[in-house]
């Protein structure tokens, strides 16, 4: 596995708004599919996921401090079981590249893969009850 991080905003929407991905990218305030613009803050990192050179997915990265930062992983359909493979190795390389020592998720309760994939790499830390708007339904999110 190898990373490597981006700026580039279009590159960063077309994975985003992908229809496998798409659904789960964010809340019902992203606004509709086709309007979405990522945030591409400096202080976010986009880092692409290859598998030799084939591209198989996202990590963004973002600091809550110096030293605790909150991942999101959107890996393409065909990858998803390799996900505690490139999870683990996406963690590897945010900490060799940056101050990190702590990375949490915050990840909705109707996403069970992304639930069952942290709960194989991380160690849960609880639930935020009803902190997540999707489809006119509040939901918890797994921490």
């Known amino acids: 596995m190898t ?11 077309s994975i985003l708004t992908l229809p496998d991905i798409w659904p789960h990218a964010g809340d019902d305030f992203a606004g509709p599919r086709e ?6 803050d400096a202080r976010i990192w986009y880092v692409l996921v290859f598998d030799g050179n084939r591209l198989v997915g996202m990590a963004c990265f973002v600091p809550r401090s110096e030293v605790r930062w909150e991942v999101h992983l959107s890996l393409f359909r065909v990858r ?3 996900g505690d493979e490139i999870l683990r190795a996406a963690f ?3 900490f060799s590249h940056t101050a990190a020592e702590r990375i949490v998720a915050e990840i909705p ?5 992304a639930v069952r994939l942290a709960e194989r790499v991380m ?3 609880g ?3 009803r902190a997540f708007m999707k489809r006119g339904i509040l939901q918890d999110l797994k921490l």
């Not at 309760?109 to 893969?113: E, G, M």
Request: hydrophobic share 40%; net charge neutral.
């Open 109 to 113: 309760a109707s996403n069970r893969l």
């Open 35 to 40: 309007d979405f613009i990522p945030n591409m």
């Open 123 to 125: 160690v849960p830390m």
């Open 92 to 94: 590897a390389w945010l």
């Open 127 to 129: 639930t935020d009850e």
């Open 3 to 13: 990373f490597e991080r981006t700026g580039d905003a279009k590159l960063v929407q």
């Open 80 to 82: 998803r079981p390799k």
